[in-house]
Nanobody, 118 residues
Framework: QLQASGGGLVQAGGSLRLSCAAS????????MGWFRQAPGKECEFVAT????????YYADPVKGRFTIFRDNAKNTVYLQMNSLKPEDTAVYYC?????????????WGQGTQVTVSS
């Protein structure tokens, strides 16, 4: 089971931190990451990170603004989002075994809404 939280409404240029707590068989996944879906658009890869945390991958639109990291002791993955833009508005989903650069994942939970106002 994956439980995402931390979404909300923020002004452009602001920051949010998303959290995703994993439980059950999902907690031991090698990759954990985030993808998003904006209204009327297809799902889009955002970021994913390997078990040790030493190999994060980012989509080009978020490089330099978003940081993904994980705390394996807490079975939690985080997405720190800075310098948010209106185009970041989407429902963000946490996923296990999210392959870098894709939206291919083993499991994903309910998303959390992020809205960035201009």
């Amino acid at each position: 089971q994956l439980q995402a939280s931390g979404g909300g409404l923020v002004q452009a240029g602001g920051s949010l931190r998303l959290s995703c707590a994993a439980s059950g068989r999902t907690s031991s996944s090698y990759y954990m990451g985030w993808f998003r879906q904006a209204p009327g658009k297809e799902c889009e890869f955002v970021a994913t990170i390997n078990w040790s945390g030493g190999m994060p991958y980012y989509a080009d639109p978020v490089k330099g603004r978003f940081t993904i990291f994980r705390d394996n002791a807490k079975n939690t993955v985080y997405l720190q989002m800075n310098s948010l833009k209106p185009e970041d508005t989407a429902v963000y989903y946490c996923a296990t075994d999210l392959k870098p650069g894709t939206v291919v994942a083993d499991y994903w939970g309910q998303g959390t809404q992020v809205t960035v106002s201009s």
